[in-house]
């Protein structure tokens, strides 16, 4: 008995947080109420509370677990050279494609321009090792890349890491909040690494 109710009791924190994050996705995070959260999975405001103290406490299990999420079933693709960074960019962009539900997850995170100094050092570890860290690896791996002759010597690598950051935010960006363009999010994002990719890289005689 004692574990079923365990079990009970994981299950209503991910009915909450799936509750969670529909209404973070269409009110906004100011806007979303723990009355409203506990309405969508009928539940009472008492029961959301027994989970979680307050939204910042919710916001931050969330991403934690979206993260988590992501990363189980995000393939694990070196980066030895160029073709292998084209290939970990396109199989992401594949990834929130088919996934509806992280799609929502990324629109919050991206246009989170509403959270508090509160919620926003509550949940930084989280956000900052998702933002920082794919920065540093990318850089590092271009540097490799130079190293190696794929890239001209000339090319200043922070700033070509800039750039494939800035146009991937900026395409994910307008593909989560709805822009109806002809292509998919992956061609899309592919097309545009091959453009500034094909601006740096050495050609092979």
């Not at 299990?61 to 396109?90: C, F, G, M, W, Y």
Request: hydrophobic share 40%; with cysteine; proline share 2%.
């Amino acid at each position: 008995m004692a574990r079923k109710t365990k079990e009970d009791a994981e299950q209503t924190r991910q009915a909450i947080l799936d509750s969670a994050l529909q209404t973070f996705y269409e009110k906004g995070f100011a806007r979303a109420t723990f009355d409203e959260i506990a309405k969508r999975i009928n539940l009472t405001k008492g029961a959301v509370y027994w989970h979680f103290r307050n939204k910042t406490d919710l916001i931050a299990a969330l991403i934690q677990q979206k993260i988590s999420d992501h990363r189980r079933v995000t393939p694990v693709i070196s980066l030895e050279n160029l073709a292998e960074l084209r290939q970990a960019v396109v199989s992401r962009s594949k990834n929130i494609e088919h996934d509806a539900d992280y799609r929502r997850f990324v629109f919050f995170m991206i246009y989170r321009m509403e959270w508090s100094e509160a919620v926003l050092a509550k949940v930084w570890p989280e956000i900052g090792e998702l933002v920082e860290l794919p920065e540093k690896i990318l850089c590092e791996a271009l540097q490799k890349m130079q190293k190696q002759g794929e890239i001209k010597k000339d090319v200043d690598i922070p700033v070509l890491r800039d750039t494939l950051v800035s146009l991937w935010k900026g395409i994910l960006g307008k593909y989560v909040a709805g822009y109806q363009a002809k292509e998919s999010l992956s061609e899309m994002v592919g097309k545009s690494f091959d453009m500034v990719i094909n601006s740096v890289k050495v050609e092979k005689k």
